[in-house]
């Protein structure tokens, strides 16, 4: 880094169209491919068995965990992710 810095920097303004048309290379649609087609619907069975089985919960049990969104104890242990153990904080004055 011991040479000089060149700061002459030749700005270029754009003139062409607002909203130019797009390629007829980028504008070609393909129909999706069956590995995502069928991770689509095993995600889709999935938020509708969940869902159900919560909904379940919350009707017949007095004891039903909150459900914000988040990923409840009960289904965490069925994907075999394990839950997050006590951890210990120490403050000082």
């Known amino acids: 880094m011991t040479g000089e810095i060149d700061y002459s920097v030749e700005i270029e303004h754009y ?4 909203k130019p048309k797009m390629t007829a290379a980028k504008a070609k649609k393909s129909v999706p ?3 995502f087609l069928a991770s689509m619907e095993i995600s889709l069975n999935r938020a509708q068995e969940t ?3 919560f909904l379940q919960d919350v009707i017949t049990s007095d004891n039903c ?3 914000n969104g ?3 104890l ?3 242990e069925k994907q075999g ?3 997050m153990q006590g ?3 120490t403050t000082f004055p």
């Open 81 to 83: 992710n394990t839950s």
């Open 87 to 89: 951890r210990m904080q």
């Open 15 to 18: 003139r062409g169209p607002k």
């Open 51 to 53: 869902d159900s089985a």
């Open 74 to 76: 009960e289904s965490a």
């Open 65 to 67: 965990p909150e459900f």
């Open 70 to 72: 988040c990923i409840t």
């Open 33 to 35: 491919t069956l590995k």
